[in-house]
């Protein structure tokens, strides 16, 4: 009787490939599971192409509601993006599947876990530390890391061995999608001086042909959550498609970056993110109103921290349990409402408000009702200041280099 292995099944050309390879390499009895993250329409096309290709049994396992519920939305708490552009859509989503695979596994009594990752990616790191923290006596296999085939070679292989597969040479993008953002590479992406052709975009309209009008949308949170779109009430399966739509429209939500990748190496990626930026810089303005200072600039610290995090696969850590912590605790009051106007490929922040807002008008307004009193700023001032006027007088002013020297240092003597 074979080994049977979980295999996580995008219906792709590299898990397509792999279900056959699997079988002629390893002779696994391959059960393929795809989990619902916002990333397929079809998925009863899904599966039954999983069975034509050799699945002994193919699950499809509805988890969105988990997706957003424990994944996006600590994430959004968190303001989590990585080197300040990507939402980190696809990183986010890996850890989920993780456990869904395991559990599967698990389940039907499997030795053996495989993905559809390359040697290249990020992706075989999360899908690898996420299986040895949660059931590290699972064998792991990442059949595109171990074949050694171009892209061309493997729809070559799938040609031969008459798997369908839903790219071409002539259109060789390799697509990620979830609800959060959808990922595009390989092909013309591939060069960073190209500009991305308009046919690789999926959710977003170019910003010369999005509408000629803007949209005002409002956006309201509670304790950080988003929990309506202009007054009405959504979960947050919804919300997030609606967003996506809405604002897709509008252009919102392309990004171009240069990633430094975990494995060490730079990569040109195509991001598509409606939601995800709209609801980023809506979140951020909230914070804005209802964090004092000192909150703000440490969060902004641990934002970059819990970000590399999602990105390096280290959703299983006790380090993300201790950073989730604070997040969470720091989300009490930032509830309110943000407007903001969708136009030609920008979201603009037009508008906030909430019941724990720390902006005081009757402390901020020049106008009548003014009740900041400014001669108290004169003390203020004095001890302020008082450590560099103390330091200025005994060490400065007797600098025969004069007060510039400090910003200007003396040449050094020639040799």
Known sequence: MSDKIVLAYSGGLDTSVAVKWLKEKYGYDVIAVTIDVGNEKDFTAV???ALKVGAIKSLVIDAKELFVKYFIWPALQADAVYEGVYPLATALSRPLMVKLLVDTALAEGASAIAHG??????DQVRFDVGINALAPELKIIAPARE??????ETIKYAKKHNIPVP??????????????????ECGALEDPWAEPPEEAYGWTKSADKA??????????????????????????????????????????GRIDHIENRLVGIKSREIYEAPAATVLL??????????????????KQKLT?????????GLWFSQHNRDLSAYIQSSQRFVTGTVRLKLFKGQSTVVGRKSPKSLYNLSLATYDKGDQFDQSAAVGFIHLWGLPVKTQAQVQLLGDTQGPLSIIAPKEEEPY
């Not at 303005?285 to 440490?298: C, G, V």
């Open 304 to 312: 970059i921290e819990y970000s590399d995090l999602i990105y390096n």
């Open 211 to 252: 509408p000629a009008k803007p949209q005002y949308i409002e956006i309201t949170f509670k304790e950080g959550i988003p929990v309506a779109i202009d007054g009405q009430e959504l979960d947050g399966v919804a919300l997030i498609q609606q967003l996506n739509e809405t604002a897709g429209k509008h252009g919102v």
């Open 117 to 122: 990752c390359t040697g290249k990616g990020n």
């Open 47 to 49: 599966r039954e192409k």
């Open 147 to 152: 074949w050694g085939m171009t892209r061309e």
């Open 281 to 298: 810089q809506a979140h951020q303005a909230l914070e804005a109103m209802t964090l004092a200072k000192d909150q703000l600039r440490f």
């Open 167 to 184: 790219v071409t040479v002539s259109s060789p993008y390799s697509i990620d999608e979830c609800l959060w953002g959808r990922a595009i």
